[in-house]
């Protein structure tokens, strides 16, 4: 057997394919989205090596035309959860002690297939599940999961590399084992790459997973697994089940072999979890570990040395991009009054322009929510704010979920910096600004620092570099991702690790080292090469 220390490919970020008309890529795309809606996909479980149906299907609409059936998924049970449990133990030993090289092979092939041959499905199956226009679903399920595989290979190659250093006689070496178990991902519908590097981070160091993603991702996720397989993922590595939250909770956190949870998802969901892993820790072999990350406030603080353009299309792009369905959009501002005027006339400029509909017309900027129940939610607090006292509805306000679930760019101006939509989370299209004296500049910040429980993500726009500064400082724990004259949203993978605490998770930064270190339990070995052979020290020697 011939042995070595290997270099891995340098990783790059993914080129941002543009899909102008005419381009190559916008074809193949628009091939991919007539394939997905000509036919009803069979979406089975996969457990082990064994494509699994029942007979419960759930059905698959896109969002933005609930009416049309993109295919059927398999609703599993508790005894699905027990048997994806199994397969994950059953395949730990083979996969733990492959050789690294040969795990991050597979993820390497992963990524070249998901930016070759399968870029345009998995592209067309978030555009059309999870209701996404094309730029949003390329930066997303193309580019951003690729570049997790293909990062995720070359953090997990450093810490391996990380060593102790040795003394005369000794030779100190630090083992990065797997957890002792195996470990559950959670995964959301807002993103397709979350999905994706959720449970492939974990296994990369040589864990094995039971992955249940949100019921309106599933479309998506088996073409995730059918790239997985491709590449050479061994059976029982990852094991995607469908079942019910509370069912697979009643199982997994059971489960003496439950070795952590890597999750992304809502703050009460995550606080129960966390609850119920602490009420069950007598059970357990070990700690599991505990890595989420949950809901977002985000904020953009606006200074009167910013400039209004700026301001304005921040402010558009990161609160209405996905229709605000992500953790880091923005959902409240706080503008000086002697900017606000022009910042409000640039803000209906922009959404006067910007046309909302189905994904599959590329000139639609935004699209549908992901389903009935957000829809329900998110038009309920614009019903609320339009009859409210010290609220304004500046634009947007309408909504129709006829044909697809499809609510309108919404903008309030709150006279009330507390105003419960300047606290609590929406994530639907809906900004909340709270206008104020420059005077006041300080004290808002303060504000903005105490009004949520959450610390994801936010924003400073302004010139002058004192206050710049002075923000950056005050509001260091209010954001896990600060961001200066640039909206809130939009990480890169490799350039901006992702992740917030307080209420918003643990902040082990995907997309970097630190959440792979998650995934470890470290052994130190020490050799001596000449040991004693007496229990005498120098220092016990007579005078």
């Known amino acids: 057997m011939s042995f070595g220390f290997f270099n891995v490919p340098t990783p790059v970020n993914e080129p941002v394919k543009e899909y102008r008309p005419g381009s190559p890529e916008r074809e193949v795309i628009k091939k991919a989205l007539a394939e997905f809606r000509s036919q009803e996909t069979d979406i089975p479980m996969y457990i082990g090596g064994e494509e699994v149906r029942t007979d419960r299907k759930l ?12 295919g059927y998924f398999y609703e599993g049970d508790a005894t699905h959860v027990e048997k994806a449990i199994q397969s994950a133990l059953e395949a730990k030993e083979s996969w733990a002690n492959l050789s690294w090289q040969h795990r991050a092979s597979v993820f390497l092939k992963a990524a070249d297939l998901l930016a070759g041959p399968y870029r345009a499905q998995i592209n067309a199956a978030t555009m059309l599940g999870q209701s996404k226009n094309v730029y949003q679903a390329e930066i997303d399920s193309a580019c951003e999961l690729i570049d997790f595989l293909r990062f995720n290979v070359h953090y997990a190659t450093d810490i391996y590399k990380q060593q102790p250093s040795s003394s005369p006689g000794v030779w100190n070496r630090l083992e990065y084992r797997p957890l002792e178990g195996f470990i559950f991902a959670l995964t959301p519908f807002n993103f397709t790459a979350i999905a994706g590097n959720l449970p492939t981070s974990a296994a990369l160091m040589g864990n094995t997973i039971v992955w249940k993603p949100a019921y309106s991702q599933v479309l998506s996720a088996k073409v995730i697994m059918d790239v997985l397989r491709a590449a050479g993922l061994p059976s029982g590595v ?9 069912v697979a909770g009643e199982v997994i956190f059971n489960h003496p072999d439950f070795a952590g949870i890597h999750f992304t998802g809502s703050t009460g969901v995550f606080q129960k979890i966390w609850g119920t892993i602490g009420a069950n820790i007598h059970k357990y072999k070990t700690y599991p570990r505990i890595v989420g990350e949950t809901g977002g ?12 353009d700026e301001v304005a299309t921040g402010l558009v792009r990161g609160a209405f ?21 022009a910042v409000e006339a640039k803000i209906k400029q922009f959404l006067s322009e910007i046309k909302m509909g189905v994904t599959e017309d590329f000139s639609n900027f935004v699209n549908a929510v992901i389903d009935e129940r957000a829809f329900k939610k998110i038009t309920a607090y614009i019903d609320e704010a339009k009859k409210s006292e010290g609220v304004e509805v500046v634009a947007g306000g309408n909504y129709d979920g006829s044909r697809g679930y499809f609510i309108e760019p919404t903008v309030l101006k709150v006279n009330d910096p507390k105003y419960r939509t300047m606290c609590e989370e929406i994530f639907g299209p809906v900004l909340s600004i709270h206008v104020y004296e420059p005077s006041e500049f300080e004290n808002v910040l303060q504000i903005l620092n105490t009004t949520s429980p959450y610390a994801l993500t936010g924003s400073i726009f302004a010139k002058d570099r004192y206050v710049i500064e002075q923000v950056t400082k005050t509001l260091q724990n209010a954001a896990g991702n600060f961001y200066i004259n640039d909206k809130p949203t939009g990480a890169v993978v490799g350039q901006q690790p992702f992740g917030g605490a307080r209420a918003s998770g643990t902040n082990d930064k995907a997309g970097s080292a630190l959440n792979l270190y998650r995934w470890v339990s470290a052994r130190t070995v020490k050799e001596t090469f000449v040991p004693p052979k007496s229990y005498e020290y120098p220092f016990l020697q007579e005078e």
């Not at 059905?59 to 993109?70: G, K, N």
Request: hydrophobic share 40%; with cysteine; glycine share 4%.
């Open 59 to 70: 059905r698959v609409a896109p969002p933005h035309d609930h009416q049309h059936t993109l």
């Open 297 to 308: 406030k985000d904020f953009v603080m606006v200074h009167v040395s910013a400039n209004v």
């Open 238 to 246: 990852i094991n995607l089940i469908y079942v019910d939250g509370p």
């Open 321 to 341: 991009e996905y229709q605000g369905q992500k953790c880091s959009a923005a959902s409240r501002a706080y503008i000086p009054t002697i900017l606000w005027p």
